[in-house]
């Protein structure tokens, strides 16, 4: 367990897909905009004139299509391609002001930074304000930061620099006096706490704790006697003790699961197994990066589970592998083969996927005795030619299977999606 004496801030880019769209398209600033889920599902980003609507994060499109008419608000197809660097620019930037091991990239729009080191020879209200005003000069962004002695102090912190104006996006707890500190605490709601859910919330709250403040007056060892030790830690980390440190990377992953809702039902193997061989180079590039080995592979199909007028199908089939292995041209031979046998004629499926599970460490990997070395060694000088053409070229001029084709019935619809402004084609012209 950390010192108490730790100083941790969270920074986070506000309503960040929509936020991204607006710098390279300003005709959006002040305007409500929503960014819609993979197939243009449900509404995954909002901007603040948006929520003020009354849309709420993940309704459904068809829901608010009244909303949408009446007060002109831009629908937009998430751009994740556009999303991805700016996230890349946002990390780098907050790179510049603390030391590697005191990063730690929580999520594609929030950052953990150990400022612990900085307090003696910083104001940290100021240094917050410098990254704040520095990530907007360079890319345009707007974010919150908080501050505070843990990582649930800081993102607390965080929550109020969004919510009150008058932190002016920076809140730091360490320079909030105690009884402004317990007021704000007192009027937020206890489910905004990293890591207490619905279910938690429930319980909390009828135990008679409904806000912040009645949970970090709390005993600690007696609600990790109620609940778990993570609760415990929770309680804790909200009185001022450090108790989860900084993640210098991320934890290795269980399983890669690579799936996408169909654009429209699709009937036929052809169009399925077209899209299974896209799940598995997007799994594959997830596992090579990781520098993982698949062990088991799941391969599964599902026709619409909302659909009244028909029976529901949904079918998986999982495959222990002999061989672990991160090879696409493998993995997907395999994958095609199970597909096969979940198959079912006459069904219209509106989604399939592959998970590749029983996750191991190449590195640390020893094939057995009997295995065909060769053909490994083989596998892995294809796939870093595959990988170096994709790099250099981009992932559609090479792939497993004609899925990188224009006009496949399958691809998922982005009917309003923005332009890759990083790509050629997509580059901002200046007349």
Request: charged share 25%.
């Amino acid at each position: 367990m950390n010192s108490p004496e730790r100083i941790y801030a969270l920074i986070d880019i506000n309503n960040c897909y929509v936020s991204c769209e607006r710098v390279f398209n300003p005709s959006l600033n002040h305007r409500p905009v929503i960014v819609l889920s993979n197939n243009d599902g449900c509404a995954v980003a909002r901007s603040n004139e948006a929520k003020a609507l009354g849309i709420k994060m993940g309704v459904p499109l068809f829901q608010v299509q009244d909303i949408v008419r009446q007060h002109q608000v831009v629908v937009l197809s998430s751009n994740y391609a556009l999303y991805a660097e700016m996230s890349n620019r946002f990390h780098s930037i907050l790179a510049g002001y603390v030391a590697p091991h005191e990063q730690e990239i929580y999520s594609i729009d929030e950052c953990f930074l150990d400022l612990t080191s900085y307090a003696q020879h910083f104001d940290l209200t100021r240094y917050a304000r410098e990254m704040k005003q520095r990530i907007w000069d360079w890319i345009g962004l707007p974010v919150s930061i908080g501050i505070g002695r843990s990582k649930t102090e800081a993102k607390l912190a965080n929550h109020l620099a969004k919510k009150w104006p008058g932190f002016a996006g920076v809140c730091n707890v360490l320079e909030l006096d105690y009884l402004d500190q317990e007021t704000l605490y007192a009027g937020i709601e206890v489910g905004e706490v990293w890591g207490v859910g619905r279910k938690l919330v429930k319980k909390l709250n009828q135990m008679g704790i409904h806000s912040v403040l009645d949970l970090a007056m709390q005993d600690a060892h007696r609600m990790g006697s109620l609940f778990s030790v993570l609760m415990q830690r929770t309680v804790m980390e909200l009185q001022g003790i450090s108790c989860i440190e900084i993640e210098h990377a991320p934890p290795p992953k269980k399983q890669i699961v690579a799936s996408r809702s169909f654009g429209e039902k699709i009937t036929e193997l052809e169009d399925l197994n077209e899209a299974i061989c896209k799940y598995i180079q997007d799994g594959v590039k997830r596992l090579r990066a990781d520098g993982s080995l698949c062990g088991t592979l799941i391969v599964f199909v599902q026709s619409n589970p909302f659909d009244k007028d028909v029976p529901y199908y949904g079918k998986s089939i999982s495959l222990d592998l002999s061989d672990p292995t991160d090879s696409v041209t493998e993995l997907a031979r395999l994958a095609l083969q199970l597909l096969a046998k979940v198959f079912k004629p006459g069904i219209k499926y509106k989604k399939c996927g592959v998970m590749l599970s029983d996750l191991i460490d190449k590195d640390s990997y020893i094939p057995e005795l009997f295995a065909d070395h060769q053909k490994i060694q083989t596998n892995e000088n294809l796939m870093k030619a595959y990988e170096h053409i994709q790099n250099r070229f981009g992932k559609t001029k090479i792939s497993v299977g004609p899925c990188y084709f224009p006009g496949r019935k399958w691809v998922g619809k982005r009917a309003s999606a923005s332009r890759d402004y990083f790509s050629w084609e997509g580059m901002l012209k200046v007349n």
